[in-house]
Nanobody
Framework: QVQLVESGGGLVQAGGSLRLSCVASGRTSSTYAMGWFRQAPGKEREFVAGITWTGGSTYYADSVTGRFTISRDNAKNTVYLQMNSLKPEDTAVYYC????????????????WGQGTQVTVSS
């Protein structure tokens, strides 16, 4: 079992920044990558960013490339999502997850999820 706890969400004005954190605990030895997904009301969960646990390769959705940065601290079992130049369309619940798969962008390949953290961007 892996437990994931997200934090860092909140209310911010358009153009502002937030940094999300996700702390993993438990049996993380089989984790290939961690990712951030988001779900807005009435929409499906979508991939935002991912990072491999060793090597640190990163992946981004087109909608956030150049604005968001994913990083990791292996010693702390923590993944971060730095979000800059936020837009109202970034408003969603953000979830982090772990996957043993190389298909980092595919949510159905993830085996554990956190409870989510709300990000609201006002215009």
């Amino acid at each position: 079992q892996v437990q994931l706890v997200e934090s860092g969400g909140g209310l911010v004005q358009a153009g502002g920044s937030l940094r999300l954190s996700c702390v993993a605990s438990g049996r993380t030895s089989s984790t290939y990558a961690m990712g951030w997904f988001r779900q807005a009301p009435g929409k499906e969960r979508e991939f935002v960013a991912g990072i491999t646990w060793t090597g640190g390769s990163t992946y981004y959705a087109d909608s956030v490339t150049g604005r968001f940065t994913i990083s990791r601290d292996n010693a702390k079992n923590t993944v971060y999502l730095q979000m800059n130049s936020l837009k109202p369309e970034d408003t969603a619940v953000y979830y982090c997850g772990t996957t043993p798969s190389a298909f980092v962008r595919m949510g159905r390949r993830y085996d554990y999820w956190g409870q989510g953290t709300q990000v609201t961007v006002s215009s």
